[in-house]
C-alpha cells in the first residue's frame, strides 16, 4: 500500500490504525517478521477500529467508514479550500487526485490474503457491522448519517477521479473538520494548553417558527443574520429585555436556520474574554461565518473583563475578520452595573462625562440592538394557546386560560418561558 507516498493526507487525526494496517498488507506474507506479531498487530487494529466505531456510532464496512472518517476530519490544503466552494482550480487538484487514488486502493483492498496468511478471520466481522445504540458519544446521528452515507458512495466510486469527486462534494455541503461537521461549539482549556474550539454535540433543535410572537424582533435578527451568511455587511447584535422572553432561543434557532449556508456558533463565557484573540485566530481563514455567542452578559461594577470584549469587537489595531460576529443576550440594557453610589462618585469627578462614556461604550459597539420585553396579558394567552395546540393538549379553551393564568402569578410571571413551562407541566400530567 502507498500510504506513506501520501503527500495532503499525510498527518491524519487517528492515522495510526491506517498506517499499523498498510504495514500489515505490505508484510503479511514477509518471513522477517514473526508471525505472531503481526496477527498481534492486526488484532490491536481490529480493537481500534472498533473502539473508534462504536465512539461515533459508525455501522456498516467499518474499514470503509474508519477511511471516510478520516478523509472528512483532515483539515489540509485541498479540504480547507473546497470547503462551503467546492472544487477549486490550480496544481493542487492533482496532488489531491493523487492521494484519492491511493485511497481508492485501501477502499478496494481484498483482505483475504491477509486474514488467509495470518489465520485470522477477524476483520470478516468489520465488513457488516450493526450498531447497538444507533448513535454514538462523539457524534450525533445526523453527523454519523452523512460520514456512512459517503462511505457507501465512496465504496461504489468506479475511479479516482469520481472518488475525488464525492469527496469535494461533501465538503462543500458539510465542510471539513469539526468547523465543518458541527454546529456549535465552546472553549475549553486543556492542561498545559491554549485556548481549545471543541464541538458540542447535543444542541437544542429549536427554529424560528417555534417562537411565538416577537415578530419585530425576529426579523431584526434574521435580516441581520442573513446578511452576514450572504456576505453582505452586518453588525454585532445585542439582545436585551425582560427574563424568559426568547432571547438566548432566538439564538439558537438563528444557527439551525443557517447552519446549511455556513453559520456556525462558538459560545463563549465571560471568564475566557482573555481567549478571544486566540479564538478568532483560530477561525478567521476559514470559509465559514462564525458567531460568538455569549448569554446573559452583564459586569458588575468592580468586572473589568468587559474591557477585553471592547478591544475585541472594534478597538484593537488588527481588523476585525469579516466572517466573525458577536452576538450577546443580556437582561441588562447597558451591560455594566451602575449604582446610585456612582452617581455620587462622579459627582466628585473633574470629568463626569469620561465616566459615564466608558460605561456606554461596550453597549455602542453592537451596531444592532433588539429588545424582547414581557407579553402583555393577551399576547401571554395566545403563546399559551398556540404552545399547547402544537402540544396537542386537549382542553376547553377557557379552562386553559384560567389555569394558565393561575400557574403564571406563581411561576415568575408573564412570558414565553412560564407559557413553555406550564405546557409542559399540562403535557406531563396527561
Known amino acids: 500500500m502507498r500510504v506513506n507516498e501520501l503527500m495532503l493526507y499525510k498527518n491524519m487525526e487517528y492515522g495510526e490504525i491506517l498506517k499499523d494496517m498498510a504495514f500489515l498488507m505490505e508484510n503479511c506474507g514477509n518471513e522477517y517478521y514473526n508471525k505472531e506479531d503481526l496477527r498481534g498487530l492486526l488484532f490491536e487494529c481490529v480493537n481500534s477500529l472498533l473502539e473508534l466505531s462504536v ?4 455501522e456498516g464496512n467499518l474499514w470503509h467508514t474508519y477511511l471516510t472518517f478520516l478523509l472528512a476530519n483532515d483539515e489540509n490544503a485541498y479540504s480547507r479550500s473546497c470547503e462551503i466552494v467546492g472544487e477549486v482550480d490550480g496544481s493542487i487538484n492533482q496532488i489531491a487526485l493523487h492521494d484519492f487514488g491511493v485511497f ?5 483492498y481484498d483482505f483475504s490474503d491477509l486474514e488467509n496468511s495470518l489465520d485470522a478471520s477477524c476483520i470478516q466481522v468489520l465488513m457488516n457491522y450493526q450498531n447497538v445504540s444507533g448513535s454514538g458519544k462523539i457524534f450525533n446521528r445526523r453527523i454519523r448519517d452523512r460520514i456512512c452515507e459517503l462511505s457507501r458512495s465512496l465504496g461504489a466510486a468506479k475511479s479516482e477521479e469520481e472518488f475525488k469527486e464525492k469527496t469535494t462534494q461533501f465538503y462543500k455541503e458539510f465542510g471539513v473538520g469539526k468547523l465543518g461537521l458541527h454546529k456549535a461549539f ?41 446578511a452576514f451568511v450572504e456576505g453582505r455587511k452586518a453588525n454585532n447584535c445585542l439582545l436585551f429585555g425582560d427574563a424568559g422572553t426568547g432571547k438566548s432561543s432566538s439564538v439558537k434557532a438563528i444557527l439551525n436556520q443557517y447552519y446549511d449556508q455556513g453559520l456556525r456558533m462558538i459560545e463563549v463565557y465571560k471568564h475566557q474574554f482573555r481567549d478571544l484573540n486566540d479564538v478568532i485566530a483560530q477561525i478567521k481563514n476559514r470559509n465559514y461565518k462564525f458567531i460568538i455567542y455569549m448569554d446573559d452578559l452583564s459586569f458588575e461594577e468592580f468586572e473589568t473583563e468587559y474591557k477585553y470584549l471592547k478591544a475585541v469587537i472594534e478597538g484593537g489595531l488588527e481588523k476585525k475578520p469579516e466572517n466573525v460576529l458577536i452576538y450577546a443576550t443580556s437582561n441588562r440594557r447597558h451591560l455594566i452595573r451602575e449604582t446610585f453610589r456612582d452617581k455620587a462618585d462622579r459627582d466628585e469627578e473633574l ?18 440592538t433588539i429588545y424582547f420585553g414581557s407579553p402583555e ?4 394567552q395566545e403563546i399559551v394557546k398556540v404552545l399547547a395546540e402544537r402540544n396537542g393538549i386537549e382542553m376547553p379553551e377557557e379552562e386553559l386560560l384560567l389555569e394558565a393564568n393561575k400557574w403564571e402569578l406563581s411561576h415568575g410571571g408573564l412570558s414565553g418561558r412560564t407559557a413553555q413551562q406550564f405546557i409542559d407541566y399540562l403535557a406531563g400530567q396527561e
Open 55 to 58: 465512539s461515533h456510532g459508525y
Open 104 to 108: 481508492k486502493e485501501l477502499f478496494d
Open 186 to 226: 465552546r472553549v475549553e482549556h486543556p492542561e498545559g494548553d491554549g485556548a481549545r474550539i471543541v464541538p458540542i454535540t447535543n444542541i437544542a433543535h429549536v427554529h424560528l417558527d417555534d417562537l411565538v410572537g416577537y415578530e419585530i424582533a425576529k426579523k431584526k435578527l434574521i435580516d441581520n443574520t442573513k
Open 351 to 368: 470629568h463626569t462625562n469620561d465616566t459615564v462614556q466608558e460605561k456606554l461604550s461596550l453597549v455602542a459597539r453592537f451596531g444592532v
Open 377 to 380: 396579558k393577551k399576547e401571554f
